[in-house]
């Protein structure tokens, strides 16, 4: 038998995710076919209590994406025109967004160079009369440094959001899971996540009851009972075959995490053994934490022209994210300049995100490593 030559290894393969769980897959999209019930019910109920079983919470609903998913927790949390939301400078664009889609403002804060995330130490500044919440990223699957940021938020009343759309399972200290610690988490189901469904879903989770119940009235127009608002919502509603799909994928997600850290694993050892952390610096997992890798960051030299010769040789990469929300132009408006968030933007500047997906093989692995002997030595 020849062993084909490895020419191409691509950011995420979801056909090689699907080829393994078809048989698992067909019966429940048929069910759902068959049952002709598309919106919320049975299904979606059913894996709302497993993923807030599997989150650590007591509540989860399922909302129409991960962007979705903040903006109910805004409005579920009573963010208005002209409040502040403290966030980071550097993630996607949907965690800045959604705070200025409730005409209220971002207020930015610079991160970690190590760990990408926000610098709880630079959070208090910011706060003023007007702020009313923060939001914490959970960002490429490890968790931000939660517990300074639940002190600020406490000592100066602050509700905590977490965007944990990267980062469902993800760990801080002592196994606290993402979408636990603060008063509401927010997920994404967006195909290139961990858990990613056959189109756009999300979810939030809570441990307030009260909070929960206002959820689930804005996901469906802050109709109770039916046809009566005492409050104006949205379409927040999750596709019935999105959660029967999903609900599938839950069955495998720890192995698939199992795999996305060995893959992580061999990468960090065969940078350091093949020199290549002369120019590479790979990512630092915080010890007791769990990440999840939904991405695995490089810090290069010469990025731009590293990108440019891997792309050459087929390989998958991107860059997460080349502007610093500082520096977008929807945002000129709030009085930032380039250079109010160095490190953000340096991490901006330096950093390259390679494949980590499950299913991706040494042999694949192998062809991304001696890439980057080509093109350093
Ligand atoms: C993907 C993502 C979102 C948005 O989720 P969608 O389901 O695509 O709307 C929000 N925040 C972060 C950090 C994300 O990675």
Redesign the pocket.
Known sequence: MSVSKIDQVPLLDLKAQYSTIREEIEPVVREVMESQYFILGPKVKAFEERVAEYCHTRYALGVS??????IIALMALDIRPGDEVITTAY??F??AGSISRLNATPVFVDIDPVTFNIDPAEIESKITSKTKAIIA?H?YGQSADMDPILQVAQKHRLKVIE?A??AIGTEYTNGRRAGSMGDIG?F???PS?NLGGFG???MVTTSDAALYEKLTFLRNHGAHPKYYHKMIGGNFRLDALQAAVLDVKLNHLDDWTAGRQKNAAYYNEQIAARGLDKWIRTPHAVDGYRHIY?QYILRCERRDDLLQFIKDRNIGSEIYYPVTFNNQECFADLGYKNGDFPKAEQAAAETLAIPIYPELTRAQQDYVLDAFEAFYK
Do not use: I, R
């Open positions: 994406s991960g962007t979705d998913a903040l993630s996607f949907a965690t990223v960002l965007d759309a990267q927010c994404s189901f967006f996540k756009d879903g999300g939904n």
